[in-house]
C-alpha cells in the first residue's frame, strides 16, 4: 500500500480496524471469555470517546513524535461528510486524528505502533 495515496479517512478507516483487532487480541490474553464482557471493556478502547481519552494522554505524555502529531492534526482538519451518531464532533475529529495515525503506523512502522499500542495498553 503506498500512503501517499491514501487520505485520511482512508487511514482513519484502516487505523480503526487495525486497533480493534490489537485490543481485542489484548482483552482475549487477559482472560475474558464472556462476549458481554469482551464487548464492555473494548468500547472503553474503542470508542470515540476512548479513543479521545487516550490520544489526550499521549499528548500528556508527549509521547507521540512531531511527525505523529501532524498526521493526527491532518485528519482532524480532514473534511469529513458524515456525522457523529453517539458523541460530539470534537470528540469524533480527535477519534478519528486517532484512528488515521493507526493506520498510518501499520502501514509506515510496525514497531513503532507495537510501541503505541503498548503504550496505551499499559497506561490502563
Do not use: C, W
Not at 479513543?51 to 499521549?58: P, R, S, V
Not at 511527525?67 to 480527535?94: C, F, G, M, Q
Not at 486524528?97 to 495498553?121: C, D, H, P, Q, V
Request: charged share 30%; no cysteine; glycine share 4%.
Amino acid at each position: 500500500m503506498d500512503i501517499n495515496n491514501l487520505n485520511a479517512l482512508e487511514l482513519a478507516y484502516i487505523g480503526d480496524a487495525v486497533y480493534e483487532v490489537s485490543i481485542r487480541e489484548h482483552l482475549l490474553k487477559k482472560g475474558i471469555r464472556k462476549v458481554n464482557n469482551l464487548q464492555k471493556e473494548a468500547k472503553k478502547f474503542v470508542s470515540a470517546k476512548g479513543q479521545f481519552e487516550t490520544l489526550n494522554k499521549l499528548f500528556e505524555t508527549q509521547f507521540l513524535t512531531q511527525e505523529e502529531l501532524e498526521v493526527v492534526k491532518h485528519a482532524r482538519n480532514y473534511k469529513s461528510v458524515s456525522k457523529p451518531k453517539n458523541t460530539d464532533i470534537i470528540t469524533y475529529k480527535y477519534a478519528t486524528g486517532f484512528e488515521a495515525l493507526i493506520g498510518y503506523l501499520y502501514i509506515t512502522n510496525i514497531s513503532r505502533l507495537e510501541e503505541l499500542i503498548n503504550k496505551i495498553l499499559e497506561d490502563k
